[in-house]
C-alpha cells in the first residue's frame, strides 16, 4: 500500500492577466483575457495511493479574490470558491468524479444565484488494444464569462440554469503510435430567459 499527501498556497496579485499587469493594480479592467480580480490566494490539497489492486486519487481546493470593478449591473462581487475531486482505478476500470462550487466569481451586483459544476466518468481500458469511455457535465452559472451583462436588462439575464452535456468514445491500438479515435458528445443549455441550445 502507497499513499502520498501534497499542498500547496498560491497568490496572484492579479488574476490572470497575461502578464499585462505585472505591478499589484486595484482597478483592472474587466476585459477579454483580463479577469478583475486581485489579491487572490489558492490552497490545495491532494492524494494519492494504492489499496491492494485499487488505485485512489483525490484533491481539494479553495481560491478567494477581491475586485472593486464595477460592471452593468453592479460591481463585481468578491469570491471564494472551492471544489473537491476523486478517482479510482482497477482491473482496467477508472472512475472518476467532481464538485465545483464558484460561489459569486464574476457576478455583479444583486446576481446571487448558484454557480455549479459537476461531473463524472468511466473508462474502461484493455492494455495496447483498445479503450471505451462514457462521460457526463453538468451546471448552472451565469455567462458573464463570455460577455458582461447589458445594462438595464435584469441582473439575472445571463444565467444558464441547466446544462447538460453527455460523451462518449473509444480508441483502438493498431500499434504503438497508430491509433484510431472516435468521440461524440449531446448537450443541452436551458438560460434564464426564453433561449435554449443544443448541439452535439
Known amino acids: 500500500d502507497i499513499h502520498k499527501m501534497q499542498a500547496a498556497v498560491t497568490y496572484e496579485p492579479n488574476m490572470y492577466d497575461y502578464g499585462s499587469t505585472v505591478v499589484l493594480s486595484k482597478k483592472v479592467a474587466a476585459t477579454v483575457g483580463n479577469s478583475p480580480y486581485r489579491d487572490v490566494f489558492k490552497g490545495a490539497l491532494a492524494y494519492s495511493g494504492a489499496l491492494k489492486d485499487v488505485t485512489l486519487g483525490a484533491s481539494a481546493h479553495v481560491l478567494t479574490g477581491k475586485s472593486d470593478i464595477v460592471g452593468a449591473n453592479g460591481k463585481v462581487r468578491d469570491f471564494t470558491a472551492w471544489g473537491v475531486g476523486a478517482q479510482a482505478a482497477a482491473r482496467g476500470f477508472t472512475l472518476g468524479a467532481n464538485y465545483v462550487d464558484l460561489g459569486h466569481y464574476f457576478s455583479q451586483g444583486t446576481q446571487n444565484k448558484d454557480q455549479v ?26 455567462d458573464n464569462f463570455l460577455g458582461l451583462p447589458v445594462a438595464g436588462v435584469g441582473a439575472n439575464r445571463n444565467y444558464v440554469k441547466d446544462f447538460n452535456s453527455y460523451g462518449i468514445g473509444g480508441v483502438y491500438f493498431w500499434a504503438p503510435g497508430l491509433t484510431t479515435n472516435v468521440d461524440g458528445v449531446v448537450f443541452d443549455q436551458k438560460a434564464n430567459v426564453t433561449n435554449k441550445n443544443d448541439g452535439y
Not at 127 to 133: S, T
Request: charged fraction near 20%; glycine fraction near 20%; hydrophobic fraction near 25%.
Open 117 to 142: 459544476q459537476y461531473g463524472a466518468g468511466l473508462k474502461y481500458e484493455e492494455c495496447n488494444k483498445f479503450a471505451i469511455g462514457v462521460s457526463y457535465l453538468g451546471g448552472e452559472s451565469y
